[in-house]
């Protein structure tokens, strides 16, 4: 093969490196997003069960997406555990907590992983049924609601603010519990929150 003279012949070492820097950039970023998304994971699974634990001291049954046992240990159900050790935080791409109480079934906090381009975001929101419509051709439908509590980058995401917002939720939820007022929650929400997607199913 004959050798490319003068300028041509470094071409390829300047797309090489260009090349290489891409690669680098790429790669730390997701990197970054992955550790930052394992943490945020590990504190929301602690969170999510230990406000599961705290609804059920009062009767409230609530189901927790992923199940308690794919990533706890436990000495003593429900109170006293701990995380797996090989527990994969990464591999959880959504969770919920979903209240299962007559007249309340839906009634969730939720939360999931999207990406913008190449920026991985969290959204959480509070997800509630409003009652049932009939369609002619598709029968009785639920229709549900949804109202945001956190929506950020994963790079920006503040432990601090996590936990302003949910404790504010968990508190009013709670109480509308101990009250048997499921509008002391709705109305909580309305005020306080973006409305998001509303759906049927």
């Given at each position: 093969m004959a050798k490319?003279?003068?300028?041509?012949?470094?071409?390829?070492?300047v797309l090489d490196e260009e090349l290489e820097k891409k690669m680098l950039e790429i790669t730390d970023?997701?990197?970054e997003q992955n550790t930052q998304r394992a943490t945020i994971n590990r504190n929301m699974l602690e969170d999510f069960f230990r406000i599961w634990t705290r609804f059920n001291k009062i009767n409230v049954h609530f189901s927790l997406v992923p199940e308690n046992?794919?990533?706890a240990q436990f000495v003593v159900y429900p109170e006293e555990w701990s995380f797996k050790p090989d527990f994969d935080f990464l591999g959880v791409d959504n969770i919920s907590l979903t209240d299962r109480t007559q007249g309340r079934v839906g009634d969730s906090v939720k939360a999931w992983y999207y990406s913008v381009e190449t920026t991985v975001h969290l959204r959480m929101v509070f997800e509630y049924c409003e009652g049932e419509h009939y369609y002619k051709y598709a029968g009785w439908k639920r229709i549900f609601s949804q109202h945001v509590l956190l929506d950020v980058p994963v790079a920006k995401f503040d432990l601090k603010k996590?936990?302003?917002v949910l404790a504010d939720t968990i508190r009013v939820w709670y109480e509308s519990h101990l009250r048997?007022?499921?509008d002391i929650i709705l109305k909580h929400l309305?005020?306080?929150?973006?409305?998001?997607?509303?759906f049927t199913q």
């Open positions: 490319a003279e003068g300028k041509d012949a470094d071409w390829f070492a970023n997701a990197v046992s794919t990533f996590y936990h302003e048997r007022d499921r309305r005020e306080k929150h973006e409305k998001g997607e509303t």
